[in-house]
C-alpha cells in the first residue's frame, strides 16, 4: 500500500472504502485487463468499486462477481455539454441522450447523478451552465469534489466549496485509467445497503485522497477485445 499511504490509516468500525470513479479496458482510453484489475483491487484495500466505463455497463457487469471487493455498476457519459456518472444502473444510458434527459434516464431506474471532475478543464468537465441547469432541476445526487487525475489543488477546493453552497453530497474518486492508480481518491463512509442509504452514508463520509496521473510506461500489449456497445 505504499503508492497510496493513506489506505494504511485504521478504517471505522462499520465503514468502507468506496472509489466513485474508475475505468477500464470497456472505456476506449484505458487498458486495463480484468486480471490486472484484480491485482490492483487487492493492492488498494477498496472496500467497494464504482466502475464507470465511458459509454459502457458491461464491464461492470461482468466483473461484479470477479472482484474481491463490491461493485457499483456506473457509466461516466459524454451529454453534449460534458460528462456525467450515473451510479447504480440497471441499464446503460444511450449514447447522444442530452444532459437533462440522461440525468432522468439515470434517476427513473433508480441510480444516482454523479458529476465528475467539475471546474478541470484538463477533463471534459461539465460547463458552469450545465452544472447550474442541473443544480436548479434538482438533478446532482453528488458532486466529485476530489478527483485524483485534477492536477491543481485549487480545482477540487473550488468543487468542495460549490458543494458545500448547494448542499451537494461530496464524492471521490481514483477516475483510474492504470492498475496503479485505484485507490488514489476515495470516500471513507458508513456501509449501506441500497443508492439511497449510499447517498445518505456518503453525506457522512470523509473524501481521503492525493493527486496520482502517472503515465504507464510504454509496452507492445494486447488487450482483449470486448464487445461494442448497441
Not at 449514447?95 to 484538463?122: E, K, N, S
Not at 491543481?152 to 477546493?157: I, K, Q, W
Request: hydrophobic letters at 40%; glycine letters at 8%; one cysteine or more.
Amino acid at each position: 500500500m505504499a503508492r497510496h499511504p493513506h489506505l494504511a490509516e485504521p478504517l471505522r468500525d462499520g465503514w468502507v472504502r468506496v472509489d466513485m470513479h474508475s475505468h477500464t479496458m470497456w472505456s476506449g482510453d484505458c487498458t486495463t485487463t480484468p486480471d490486472e484489475l484484480l491485482e490492483a483491487v487487492v493492492a488498494s484495500g477498496i472496500d467497494v468499486l464504482c466502475i464507470t466505463d465511458h459509454n459502457a455497463t458491461a464491464g461492470a457487469e461482468k466483473l461484479a462477481d470477479q472482484l474481491p471487493c463490491r461493485v457499483i455498476v456506473g457509466e461516466e457519459l459524454r451529454v453534449g455539454s460534458g460528462e456525467i456518472i450515473g451510479l447504480f444502473l440497471a441499464e446503460r444510458i444511450p449514447g447522444g441522450t442530452g444532459l437533462v434527459a440522461a440525468a432522468q434516464m439515470i434517476r427513473d431506474q433508480g441510480g444516482l447523478v454523479y458529476v465528475p471532475h467539475p471546474f478541470d478543464p484538463l477533463r471534459n468537465c461539465l460547463s458552469p451552465e450545465a452544472i447550474d441547469t442541473l443544480v436548479d432541476a434538482g438533478l446532482i445526487d453528488a458532486f466529485e469534489v476530489r478527483n485524483a487525475k485534477t492536477s491543481l489543488e485549487s480545482l477540487n477546493a473550488k468543487a468542495a466549496d460549490f458543494a458545500a453552497a448547494h448542499d451537494l453530497a461530496a464524492g471521490a474518486g481514483s477516475d483510474a485509467h492504470v492498475p496503479g492508480a485505484f485507490g488514489a481518491a476515495y470516500v471513507e463512509m458508513p456501509d449501506f445497503d441500497d443508492p439511497s442509504s449510499f447517498l445518505a452514508s456518503l453525506r457522512r463520509g470523509r473524501v481521503v485522497g492525493h493527486h496520482y496521473d502517472k503515465a504507464r510506461p510504454w509496452t507492445s500489449r494486447i488487450v482483449p477485445s470486448v464487445p461494442e456497445a448497441d
